[in-house]
């Protein structure tokens, strides 16, 4: 599988350690910029940069007809994007996290959901931890966890020391507490979980769109 890698920074400097040198085309960044010859050339492009730069490589990515993994996080998709990819018959997809453990979370959250008016009254809440040099608060993975639930989730976001990323629901109930969390405990999974999700998604593709990892887990649930 070769990938052109987008983003050298702390993740996607981790994608380069993993991947083989010879499937690695790239990294494009800030002094390499995005080539679309080149890109063109790779079965799949894994991209992890700031929502910013993100937003500023758009016109160049649309351009190009490799399928493509994203990682960015801390934006707003521009109105209209997600029509223009699917006119183009582009395959886009877009995490907020690319931990299997996180999808895992998701999971247990969707049985929640299912069994929610079978249980007494709960108050519930989301703790969301990252390192200080995280600039949006919450995360874009707290942000996605939330929505997951069928049921008010306030976030409580907080910036401590070198956590890479630490988020647990806790269930109120009036005579019991229910806790789901966790521990990312180095960047390299996030780096990992990518390459792997890469890898499922060109064997069982989804239609052409932008789509969530969410909707690639369910399409894989469905089809193994």
């Known amino acids: 599988m070769k990938v052109a890698v987008i983003g050298s920074g702390k993740t996607g ?21 995005v080539n679309l010859k080149e890109l063109n050339s790779a079965d799949v492009g894994i991209l992890f940069v700031p929502g910013e730069a993100f937003l500023e490589l758009l016109p160049t990515l649309l351009e190009s007809r490799t399928p493509l993994v994203i990682g960015a996080t801390g934006f707003e998709w521009p109105a209209g994007i997600k029509d223009q990819i699917q006119k183009r018959g582009l395959y886009w997809l877009h995490a907020t996290n690319f931990s299997l453990g996180v ?59 070198d956590v890479v990323g630490f988020h647990e629901l806790t269930l109120k109930f009036a005579q019991e507490t ?17 390459i792997d999700v890469a890898r499922q998604w060109i064997k069982k593709p989804l239609p052409p769109g932008l789509h969530g990892i969410e909707a690639l887990m369910d399409h894989l649930e469905k089809t193994t």
């Not at 981790?14 to 910029?33: D, E, M, T």
């Not at 809440?125 to 390192?131: G, Y």
């Open 178 to 194: 229910i806790k789901i969390s966790h521990d990312a405990l180095d960047r390299s999974l996030f780096a990992q979980g990518a």
């Open 103 to 161: 999808q895992l979370f998701r999971q247990l959250v969707k049985t929640i959901n299912r069994l929610q008016k079978n249980l007494p009254s709960f108050e519930a809440s989301l703790l969301d931890i990252h390192h200080t040099k995280k600039l949006d608060a919450p995360s874009g993975t707290a942000k996605s966890m939330a929505s997951w639930c069928d049921f008010p989730v306030p976030i409580d976001a907080k910036r401590e020391g």
């Open 13 to 33: 400097g981790h994608l380069l350690k993993l991947l083989p040198a010879q499937n690695v085309i790239g990294p494009f960044g800030r002094s390499n910029p």
